[in-house]
């Protein structure tokens, strides 16, 4: 053994051939995949020994161990044979192949047993497995020995082409994926190389010959050669580029395009139609009832179960053809054919119909189209210039409403000024009569006290006693040059001034009048005049009137103009005599025919109709509330007529003053409250004796009679106001608050004559005769109890001083009497007036 050396230790590595075509050369030569053919032996050709011969030379020229670098022709060569293993496992599946092939051959048949036709017999193997093995293992000894990764790889590209050949010759064709998969397998089986058994080393040890087996189990330890690991990376990325080239050429379940998909179905139906020519007539009679999926499906069934198996095992069932007899043909009868074709007729007439319905909606969508861009072109003009006038007008209002913030300030001073000075006039006129009653009190009172007055009060008092004396003097003579006849002291209202405080209040008002003119002088034309700003409005809506009514300014507009209706109605105060009508402002003329076109109808809907109500009760009432509350003087009969006048009007003409309207009750509110005021502090009757009061012509009886005519003037305005404040109101102020309580008193304290007989006719003519209309029964209101009861008081004493012994004097008293019960009559105290026609004898007219 010390004569031996040890050779250099070389492991062999696992080699990976790429040829597939020599590979499916030399299998398919070795292969028995003839299924039509019975023969019994194996015809390979030369070509086929020239390369075996060839393989084998070369293995053994790779397969010869030495021991030294020159051996005789004579030395004994050992051959290695790898483990048959794989053949072995190769075996098992071919086994299992055809157990599961004669399967499906048995359930394919059952299905083909309802056409009544003998099946055609599955063409079988005349060799056996073992027959088969035996052959292949004489063939491999006589050309070359394989080893393992090398028969495996033969058996499994056996089994694949007796696959594919079993598919063409069942005129079936394979799609690019059972191809790619057949692929895979044959690279897997590359990959997985050499089988090395793990106790190959035993076998070594108990081999007795000289020879050491180099192999990867060996035991030795002494390593004298490097020891090669690693792979061939060359093959590996050679064979790495041809998987990519494939799955790029062929591509998987997920990545294969649509037409790849479509080609595929036209080769399975040129297949199917070259099956069919060779199927009998009677399975072509069946076929035509069949429809084309269902004929597919039939020679389509091996790649459906393929697909459906594992990929390294395919799984093929065998070509099964299907035959029918003649009575399924009897079925199929001209008028099921004629209905089949009535049906897809009509169903082709429904899908035209539907055709012809869309066609025509879209003539007429292109044609709407076509007259909406006409109409769009045609109309880019007006737009523009509807675009340019919305901006003009945005613009406009804009620095309008800017404007008027910049001035509503100064307006509202100068209102609040005139105002003021107004009050001022009114509240010294009120202040000045208060004192005169107050001092003309002082001087006829019957018990007065004998003191000495301070010189200063006692000038002050006289002063005041001679104005009050030229006052009256010149209203009587105004009177006198008037012809005024029935006029009684006190009913004219003492509300003259003197000539300073006139001009004083001249230059005031004059100097608010000159602001109220300076005030636009900054402004623009445009946004100066209440004309201009109509105008643009105006304009607005008689070409874009849509819009107009879209944007309410119908409901602006008086918002809008109530800075220069508030400018112009400035001075203005209808309480005085030659106050001008506020119709007759430059604003009411402006605005009264606003929006409207001559000759066009009016519409009752449209917000403008009710711009001027609206300024009325938003501007106008607001201020006529202003006037009642600071400047009315309830005892003056010409402001309360005026004042009455005007209320009545606006009533009559703006519907907007009504009692729902906030402002209107805010202006009713304030007059009620107005005339207690005066109640409380500016009526005043004086109690005299009845001695004292017989002198008609001194002191204390002329202030006595002057104030109950005071008294009678302002019952008299505050009935006025009948119709437009409530009965009950007017009913609780007039009778109770001045008639029974200040009036009745002073007619009780008076002897009865000619004058008191004047004012119970003049008292009875302020009642409104509204109030008697409604009465039921014979008597009156009962707060004009106690004026009837002091009728009937007069009337007796008429009575007693008719019994004179002058027929004149009687007729007079009596003719009283009779007036007496026409006042009772007027008043509906019927009851009172039969009393005294029965008692006296006379007529009730």
């Known amino acids: 053994m010390s004569l031996f050396r040890k050779p250099v230790r070389n492991f062999r590595k696992k080699k990976i051939i790429d040829n597939d075509s020599e590979e499916e050369k030399d299998e398919a030569q070795m292969e028995d995949v003839d299924t039509g053919d019975s023969r019994d032996s194996f015809d390979i050709p030369n070509s086929a020994n020239k390369n075996l011969e060839k393989k084998k030379t070369k293995k053994h020229k790779s397969s010869v161990l030495s021991f030294e670098d020159d051996h005789d022709e004579d030395v004994e060569i050992f051959k290695i044979k790898k483990s048959s293993y794989s053949k072995k496992i190769a075996k098992q599946l071919k086994k299992e192949k055809q157990v599961e092939e004669t399967h499906k051959v048995k359930d394919s048949s059952e299905l ?7 099946v055609i017999p599955v063409v079988k193997k005349e060799d056996s497995d073992e027959e088969a093995e035996r052959k292949i293992r004489q063939l491999r000894e006589e050309f070359r020995t394989l080893n393992g990764d090398e028969a495996a790889a033969l058996d499994e590209e056996s089994d694949e082409d007796d696959i594919l050949k079993k598919m063409m010759k069942r ?30 080393t035993v076998k070594a040890e108990k081999n007795a010959s000289r020879l050491v087996r180099d192999d990867d189990n060996d035991k030795s330890d002494d390593e004298e050669g490097r020891i090669d690991f690693t792979i061939n990376i060359h093959a590996i990325e050679r064979q790495k580029m041809k998987d990519d080239f494939l799955a790029a050429e062929h591509g998987s379940d997920e990545e294969g395009s649509e037409h790849e998909r479509e080609w595929e179905e036209q080769q399975i139906r040129k297949g199917v139609s070259i099956q069919q020519g060779l199927v009998s007539t009677d399975v072509g009679g069946i076929a035509y009832g069949m429809t084309a999926p269902e004929q597919i499906g039939m020679y389509s069934n091996g790649y459906t179960e393929m697909m459906s198996g594992s990929v390294c095992q395919p799984k093929f069932q065998p070509f099964i053809p299907l035959n029918t ?18 049906d897809r007729l009509s169903s082709m007439d429904e899908v035209h119909r539907s055709h012809e319905q869309e066609r025509e909606s879209l003539v007429i969508n292109i044609a709407d189209t076509e007259k909406s861009i006409d109409n769009c072109n045609n109309s880019c003009k007006s737009l523009e210039d509807r675009f340019r006038f919305f901006q003009e007008m945005r613009g406009y209002v804009r620095d309008l409403v800017e404007c008027l913030n910049e001035k509503v300030p100064t307006i509202n001073q100068l209102e609040t000024r005139m105002h003021n000075i107004l009050q001022g006039r009114a509240t010294k006129l009120i202040s000045r009569r208060q004192q005169d009653v107050r001092d003309q009190c002082q001087d006829y009172m019957t018990n007065k006290a004998q003191v000495v007055m301070e010189s200063s009060e006692d000038q002050a008092r006289q002063r005041r006693v001679a104005e009050r004396e030229a006052r009256r003097a010149r209203r009587r003579r105004a009177r006198e040059s008037k012809n005024i006849v029935g006029h009684h002291d006190g009913l004219s209202s003492d ?29 623009m034309e445009d ?16 070409e874009y009137g849509e819009t107009y009514k879209e944007a309410y300014i119908g409901l602006c507009l ?37 929006g409207f076109k001559e000759g066009e109808p009016i519409d009752k809907e449209d917000d403008d109709v009710k711009l001027l109500p609206s300024i009325v009760e938003k501007i106008l009432i607001p201020k006529l509330s202003k006037l009642a509350e600071l400047v009315w003087d309830p005892l003056s009969t010409a402001q309360t007529s005026r004042l009455v006048n005007l209320v009545q009007k606006l009533q009559r003409d703006c519907p907007s ?6 402002n209107t009750q805010v202006l009713l509110k304030t007059l009620v409250s107005r005339m207690k005021k005066t109640l409380d502090d500016d009526i005043f009757m004086p109690l005299y004796p009845k001695q004292v009061l017989e002198n008609r012509n001194s002191g204390p009886s002329v202030f006595f009679h002057r104030q109950s005519w005071i008294c009678i003037k302002l019952l008299g305005n505050i009935l006025s106001w009948h119709g437009i404040l409530a009965t009950k109101v007017l009913q609780g102020l007039g009778l109770d608050g001045i008639l029974n309580r200040y009036i009745i008193l002073g007619l009780h304290s008076t ?15 302020t009642f409104p005769k509204q109030w008697f209309c409604d009465l039921e029964g014979d008597k009156t209101l009962p707060q004009l109890e106690n004026l009837c009861r002091f009728m009937m008081y007069a009337a007796s004493i008429l009575d007693k001083a008719s019994n004179t012994p002058r027929d004149s004097e009687r007729k007079e008293y009596r003719d009283q009497i009779k007036q007496i019960s026409k006042m009772l009559v007027n008043i509906h105290a019927m009851d009172h007036a039969l009393d005294l026609s029965n008692k006296y004898s006379f007529k009730i007219s």
Request: hydrophobic letters at 35%; one cysteine or more; proline letters at 4%.
């Open 527 to 542: 946004f100066k005049e209440l004309d201009a700003v109509r105008e643009r409005f105006s304009q607005w809506k008689l």
């Open 495 to 523: 509300d003259e001034e003197n000539q300073s405080e006139i001009t004083k209040f001249n230059l005031e008002r004059d100097d608010i009048s000159r602001l109220k003119e300076d005030l636009f002088e900054d402004v």
């Open 657 to 662: 003053i009504n009692r729902e309207s906030k």
């Open 558 to 594: 008086p918002k809008l103009v109530n800075p220069f209706v508030r400018l112009q109605l400035l001075d203005w105060n209808p309480l005085e005599e030659n106050c001008a009508d506020f119709e007759e402002k430059r604003w009411f003329e402006c605005l009264l025919f606003y």
């Open 325 to 342: 007899t003649n009575s399924d043909i009897k079925d199929i009868t001209m008028e099921a054919i004629i209905k089949r074709l009535k």
């Open 112 to 118: 083909t047993d309802g056409l009544k036709k003998p």
């Open 751 to 765: 002897p009865f004559n000619t004058e008191t007989l004047q004012k119970c006719q003049a008292i009875v003519s």
């Open 171 to 200: 005129g079936e064709i394979p799609d690019a994926n059972m191809i790619h998969a057949i692929r895979k397998q044959r690279q897997m089986a590359r990959e997985l190389g050499d089988y090395i058994p793990i106790d190959d």
